[in-house]
């Protein structure tokens, strides 16, 4: 499979604790972006990352959430002290740097339900 | 701003007619992308077309078809000879080339048999 793909799938996790989330995108893909989505609603943008350079990060991004790119392959998205208000749904997109396209694709999505 | 507006929280349609999903934005920007992704109960977010605001024509792929109206900043999505797997959120998306994409609230769409 050459999608993109995010581990794990679901996370229960109890108010405090801290989660850590993973994305591989599709290979070759510079670019590489975090979204949440709540019930009912569209995603909305985290952050971004070219590379292993972090360049956008959304005011929706506390000082609890982190994000890395090391390598500039995969990339994590770490949740400190969790709050039930976190619970969401957590997706990852990559695109390629190229002018062919301007298209993301999407990864499945970690949901994360805090209790 | 960029901002996402889609007026129609759901809408259902029959199988095999003709639906149109509602789209509008705010942008002062001249050039940029509209999108119309699909979200199936598994969330998998699926692009369903893609417009470029510098083209005139319409885009199509296979039973979708957009409305395009620039001026009006209007895109709509038309889905003919509606599938049962047609049914889920579609979300119309805006993009100034490789930021981020910013999303609508969505429409559930359901599929009458």
């Known amino acids: 499979d050459t999608g993109v793909s995010q581990d794990p799938r679901h996370k229960i996790t109890k108010r405090g604790q801290n989660v850590t989330f993973r994305c591989d995108p599709i290979?070759?893909?510079?670019?590489l972006y975090w979204y949440r989505q709540t019930l009912g609603q569209g995603p909305e943008f985290l952050t971004y990352?070219?590379?292993?350079?972090?360049?956008?990060k959304s005011r929706l991004l506390s000082d609890r959430f982190s994000a890395e790119r090391p390598k500039g392959s995969f990339s994590t998205l770490e949740i400190q002290r969790t709050e039930q208000g976190d619970s969401a749904m957590y997706l990852c997109a990559s695109s390629p740097t190229g002018l062919l396209t301007n298209e993301q694709f999407f990864g499945p999505g970690t949901r994360l339900t805090v209790l | 701003a960029q901002t996402v507006t889609q007026s129609q929280p759901e809408m259902s349609v029959q199988e095999a007619e003709t639906v149109t999903l509602s789209c509008t934005y705010d942008t002062s920007e001249s050039d940029y992308y509209l999108f119309w992704y699909k979200q199936p109960p598994s969330r998998q977010m699926i692009l369903v077309i893609r417009?470029?605001?510098?083209?005139?024509q319409n885009a199509t792929e296979n039973r979708f078809s957009v409305n395009f109206q620039k001026a009006a900043k209007s895109f709509s999505l038309k889905i003919s000879d509606s599938q049962l797997g047609d049914a889920a959120m579609y979300f119309c998306?805006?993009?100034?080339?490789?930021?981020?994409?910013?999303f609508g609230p969505g429409t559930s769409l359901s599929v009458i048999p």
């Open positions: 290979s070759e893909h510079n670019r």
């Open positions: 417009q470029e605001a510098y083209k005139q």
């Open positions: 990352f070219q590379n292993e350079a972090q360049l956008e």
């Open positions: 998306a805006y993009k100034v080339s490789y930021d981020k994409v910013i």
